[in-house]
């Protein structure tokens, strides 16, 4: 059965594929350097592929020596670079609207210098500079959304269903077994919470392309496309709960509402709730660590352990641990020599990460990298508001996006590292004039972009984003 059910993916994948090519009528041109990036990052290594049993629940971190997959990564930056170059990238632009990214960026690859193993910062540090580029490129295209849903939409169509075809047939890779002998499931990815986040991260893009075709009555072949989204919704409904990761199940259902929410007419004027909702977010994932009891009563609500499957065990182990507490051990050094192999989670096996976004940029890049992560959100909060009255249809999918990675780095981390959400947050974050265009008169909408991003150089200048998000500024 499981080569007929893989030529049978093949074909469904392939007709998907021609539908969609249909809907957009014309090649994918420069989007194949970040449709390929997503392909990769949203599945595992290559030299897993290659090698399905080389490392059960392998996280792809640990192949950041892989030759092949090295490869694959520098044809992606030169082609990527190579694209924005021919684009005219407006770089001025760019690095003005964009400091506080770019501050971040910088301070990872400046860590490098007092790093315990400074090698694996660099190399850890250079892949992760494919991120933005591919974002850019994405960006930089006439119509932003119609680049990424034909993106997302198209990685979708080969890793979801094949993800199902991997774990009823293909065993070696679909599923994984943990020490205790318990039986997961992984699909292309290599872990049940990679693979919720690729479901997550699908799941939110076609809903919210399904939402606009069903108030769309005038696009061509509408009740195929209806058909096809509301399909793929229920392979990603499917896979999220033969994963079992509660985090992706909860951020991809308060991501929905969301979308829903912001449908509704009067939701469209309340810029200042919704920064206002997404700073309660941000309190709530970042102070979590230190009032772990609130969590651990919330879960005994929803019938869910306590301890957030030893989540909050974790938290206050890698605590315990003695860090430079102002610059932390380096980009990606918490998790290397006698550290690595002193941290177990509660079934003793080695740790890879913190399992809260703030945790873990405290415990490698200190208190200076965690004050330029919380300037970075706040002005992509402020950001993704403010598209939200520029243009609507993008601002509602970015408002979910963001409300779903802010809750997602409570139990998860995924901030500043080379892993989807980190890549969804730099996607939506970076400021590029034309991922802001909309209906009103392009000088309206310019002058509105300039005096919302425009940043004073001075001390009062590092405090804009806190009150752009509150509405003060």
Known sequence: MGPIALAACVCFSTMLYILDNKRRNKPLGALWFPLVYLLFECSRPIVLWLNPGGQEGASSSNFINSLPDTLLLLFLFAGGIYVLIKRKLHWSFFFRNNLYILFFFLYCGLSILWADFP????????????????????????????????????????????SIVLIKYYPVYGRYYTLGGVGTYGGVTTYKNTLGALCMFAGLLILWNLIFLLRDKTQPSR????????????????????????????????????LFLFNLRFMKTKVVLIKITLIVLVIISSVSVFFPTILENAANMLGRDPTLTGRTVIWERVLSVDT????GPGYSNFWQGERASQLLDVNQVPL???????????????????????????????????????????????????AAILLSNVTEASYGIKSILWFIFILISIKYPANM??????????????????????????????FQCFGLQ
């Open 119 to 162: 090698i694996i910062s660099l190399k850890a540090w250079i892949k992760m500079l494919i991120q933005p580029l591919m974002a850019l490129v994405i960006l930089t295209e006439s119509d932003v959304i119609d680049a990424l849903t034909t993106t997302v939409k198209r990685m979708a169509f080969i890793l979801l269903p094949l």
């Open 223 to 258: 009740n195929i496309h209806l058909l096809v989204n509301i399909s793929m919704i229920g392979i990603t409904i499917w896979l999220m709960l033969t994963a079992d990761s509660a985090t992706s199940l909860a951020t991809f259902i308060i991501g929905s509402f969301i």
């Open 324 to 327: 430079n507490p102002l610059f």
């Open 352 to 402: 890879n990460q913190a399992h809260n976004g703030y945790l873990e940029v405290y415990k490698n890049l200190g208190l200076i990298g965690l004050i330029l992560l919380g300037l970075t959100i706040f002005t992509s909060i402020s950001k993704v508001s403010n598209t939200l009255i520029l243009n609507n249809s993008l601002g509602m999918l970015q408002i979910a996006y963001m």
């Open 437 to 466: 265009k909309d209906e009103r008169p392009v000088s309206e909408t310019m002058s509105q972009i300039t005096d919302s991003l425009h940043y004073k150089a001075t001390t009062h200048g590092l405090l804009i984003p806190f």
